[in-house]
């Protein structure tokens, strides 16, 4: 297998705007995934600093190392336009992450809105970092 061409910084990048992303996201969503998720205003507001933490830098963590597989996946299918960026980023939305969060969210009889919130933003974050991978790229990369 070839060494893939990973370029951090759009790495982190594209993580940073996953990150910012969801807070618009769950903003406008915020009563339905609220609703199916099973959490109330009062439980979020009762998280402790610790727990905002966690769940802060665990989720940029998590994106982090997303981009940085997706990365290797824009790679190894010489994706450098926008167009292929995306399509990458919806195959593996499609078959890593829509597919898993559907089979755990009707394990945990949670409702489909739910499922609809999260793999939109999941795709749409994809989609968005998927087009930055492939088209931001180290110069000797771009150069061939």
């Not at 824009?74 to 995306?86: F, I, L, M, N, W």
């Amino acid at each position: 297998m070839e060494k893939p061409n990973i370029h951090i910084p759009a790495v982190i990048v594209a993580a940073l705007i996953q990150f910012v992303l969801g807070w618009g996201w769950y903003l406008i969503f915020i009563s339905v995934w609220q609703e199916g998720a099973g959490v109330t205003p009062e439980k979020m507001q009762g998280m402790s600093g610790g727990e905002m933490a966690l769940a802060y830098g665990g989720s940029f963590a998590a994106y982090a190392l997303l981009f940085y597989v997706m990365a290797h996946f824009v790679s190894y299918t010489k994706s450098t336009t926008p167009k292929q960026g995306a399509q990458t980023a919806f195959w593996c939305w499609l078959g890593f992450v829509a597919t898993s969060l559907f089979v755990a969210y009707n394990y945990q009889l949670k409702p489909i809105s739910l499922w609809l919130v999260d793999a939109g933003y999941w795709l749409v974050s994809m989609l968005v970092g998927g087009v930055l991978l492939a088209t931001w790229r180290k110069k000797e990369v771009a150069a061939q």
